[in-house]
C-alpha cells in the first residue's frame, strides 16, 4: 500500500506528516505526477489562496495527474484547500479549477458578529453512512479555519454540514474523491478517526 | 456553532515550562512537551508556547520543542517569542507549528506581517499585543513592547486594525494591567477589539476564576480565552472549566 500527499507548495505538509506517522501509514510526500498516478492512495492537503495554488498546479503538470488519478477510482482524500480546487471554480480570485466536481467554492458572507476566517472548533452533522465517518458521533467538533467553503452543486455530494453563519457543506463526496474543509490532522481523536477510516478503505 | 477555545499558555526557557508574575519571579512547572501532551488529553482546543529564552543561539532548543509537541499532540498550536525573520518564522512552522505569534518584532517592523502572511497564509500570522490603559491614547490603551518594559506611541486599536490590514489571522491581546493578578481579563478593551476587528480575537491575561472565562466570553464577546496559571497550579481543571462554560450557554468542545 503507497499513499501519496501531494505537495505543491501549498502551505505547511508537516501536521500532515505527523498524524499519518503516528498512525502507522506507509505514505510519500510527492510534488512528481508519475509517482502520484502510480499511487494506491491519494491526500490531497493544503492552505492557503486558490489562483496561486492553481498556478502551481498548472505548471508542474498536477493538474491533470491528479485528475488522472481521479478518473483511476482509486481512493482521494482532499483537505482543506484540497476540498475547494477540485471544484469547478473558485470565488476566490475568481479561479478555474480542477472541475473534478461540480460546484463553487464561495466566500463567506459578510455579517456582524461572524469573524472571517471561520477559525476553531465546529461541530460536523453527519448521517452516519460514509465510510469515512465510521465510529465518529454526529456533531463530534472538527477543526476549521477557512474564508472560503466548498458548494457541490449535487446534493447528493454533500455529506456532512456544519453551521457558521449558513450552514455550509463541510465534506463532499463523488464517486471515489472525498474531500473535507476541516483539518482532520488537527482535530485530535476524531480527526485521527477519520484519517484512520481513510487509510483503512479498500476502494469504493 | 463555533466553540468558544480554551487556549492553555506555556511559556517555555530553555527547554522548560516556567511561569512568571508580571514577567517577574519565573518558577519550573515542567516539561513543555509532557504537559502539552496531558493538557491536549484533557482537552484544551489550542496551546501556545511562548519562547522566553533570550538568546539565539538557545533558540535551537524551542525548535526541538515544537517538533517533539507536533509529534504528540494532534490540535493547532501556535509558538511565539523573539521572532523577528521570515526564516525564523518557517523554522517554527517546518517544525510543526500551525502558527507563528510576533509581538514586539511587528512593532519594529510591520512588514514582518505582511511577509509572513502572504508566504505562509493568514491563518498562520497571529499579533501578540500587551497593552497598557493609558488615557491620553485615542482608544485609552497604549500597546507596549519587550514584555511590557518599553512604551510605544502606537494606540492599541488603532494598531490592531493596521496588522488585519496587513495579513494578521488573529490577534492574541495581553493586558498588562491584568496580567498575573488572577482578578479577570480587561473586559473593556478585549470588547473593544472584538467589536472593532475582523478577525478572531483571543483575550490573554489576568484569568483566576472560572466566573472570569464566562465573562470574557458573554461580556467582551471574546473568540477564545487563554488561560495558565489557573490549572498549571491545579487550582482548576479543563474538566471543570469546561463544563461550567457548558452549563452558562458557551458552546465548548466536550467531546474530544
Known amino acids: 500500500m503507497s499513499i501519496a500527499v501531494v505537495d505543491y507548495n501549498a502551505g505547511n505538509l508537516r501536521s500532515v506528516e505527523t498524524a499519518l506517522k503516528h498512525l502507522r501509514a506507509e505514505f510519500f510526500i510527492t510534488s512528481d505526477p508519475d509517482k502520484i498516478l502510480k499511487a494506491d492512495k491519494l491526500i490531497f492537503p493544503g492552505v492557503g489562496e486558490a489562483r496561486a495554488a492553481m498556478k502551481v498546479l498548472h505548471e508542474t503538470n498536477l493538474d491533470q495527474a491528479i485528475t488522472d488519478y481521479y478518473k483511476s477510482g482509486r481512493p482521494f482524500l482532499g483537505i482543506c484547500l484540497g476540498s475547494q480546487i477540485i471544484l469547478d471554480s473558485s470565488e476566490e480570485s475568481r479561479t478555474a479549477c480542477l472541475g473534478l466536481i461540480p460546484g463553487v467554492a464561495r466566500r463567506f458572507p459578510r455579517q456582524a458578529g461572524y469573524k472571517v476566517p471561520h477559525m476553531g472548533w465546529n461541530q460536523v452533522l453527519h448521517n452516519g453512512s460514509h465510510y469515512l465517518f465510521k465510529g465518529i458521533p454526529d456533531a463530534a467538533s472538527f477543526y476549521f479555519v477557512h474564508s472560503y467553503y466548498p458548494d457541490p452543486y449535487e446534493q447528493k455530494a454533500r455529506i456532512t454540514d456544519t453551521e457558521y453563519m449558513i450552514k455550509f457543506c463541510s465534506t463532499l463526496s463523488v464517486n471515489n474523491l472525498t474531500a473535507v474543509q476541516f483539518h482532520p490532522e488537527k482535530s485530535g481523536k476524531y480527526g485521527l478517526k477519520l484519517l484512520q477510516n481513510f487509510l483503512a478503505a479498500r476502494g469504493i | ?256
Open chain 2, 1 to 256: 456553532m463555533l466553540e468558544k477555545r480554551i487556549i492553555i499558555c506555556l511559556d517555555v526557557r530553555n527547554g522548560r515550562t516556567t511561569k512568571g508574575i508580571k514577567f517577574k519571579e519565573n518558577i519550573d512547572i515542567g516539561d513543555p512537551v509532557e504537559m502539552a501532551r496531558f493538557y491536549y488529553e484533557q482537552g484544551v482546543d489550542e496551546l501556545v508556547f511562548y519562547d522566553i529564552t533570550a538568546s539565539a543561539e538557545k533558540r535551537k532548543i524551542m525548535i526541538d520543542v515544537v517538533a517533539r509537541v507536533a509529534e504528540n499532540i494532534f490540535i493547532p498550536f501556535s509558538v511565539g517569542g523573539g521572532i523577528g525573520s521570515i526564516s525564523e518564522m518557517r523554522k517554527v512552522l517546518l517544525a510543526g507549528a500551525e502558527k507563528v505569534s510576533v509581538n514586539s518584532q511587528a512593532v519594529r517592523n510591520p512588514s514582518l506581517i505582511e511577509e509572513g502572511a502572504s508566504l505562509f497564509g493568514q491563518q498562520c500570522i497571529v499579533l501578540g499585543m500587551d497593552v497598557l490603559q493609558d488615557d491620553s491614547m485615542p482608544s485609552n490603551y497604549r500597546v507596549v513592547i519587550d514584555g511590557g518594559r518599553i512604551p510605544t506611541e502606537l494606540d492599541a486599536l488603532a494598531w490592531a486594525k493596521q496588522a488585519e490590514n496587513l495579513g494578521a489571522g488573529e490577534i492574541v491581546l495581553n493586558s498588562i494591567d491584568a496580567d498575573g493578578t488572577q482578578e479577570g481579563y480587561e473586559l473593556t478593551v478585549t470588547r473593544l477589539l472584538t467589536e472593532q476587528v475582523g478577525i478572531p480575537v483571543v483575550a490573554s491575561g489576568g484569568a483566576g476564576k472560572i466566573e472570569h472565562i464566562l465573562d470574557v466570553f458573554t461580556k467582551a464577546h471574546a473568540d477564545a480565552a487563554l488561560i495558565a496559571s489557573m490549572v498549571h497550579f491545579g487550582t482548576f481543571t479543563l474538566a471543570q472549566i469546561k463544563s461550567f462554560l457548558h452549563k452558562n450557554q458557551i458552546p465548548v468542545r466536550l467531546d474530544f
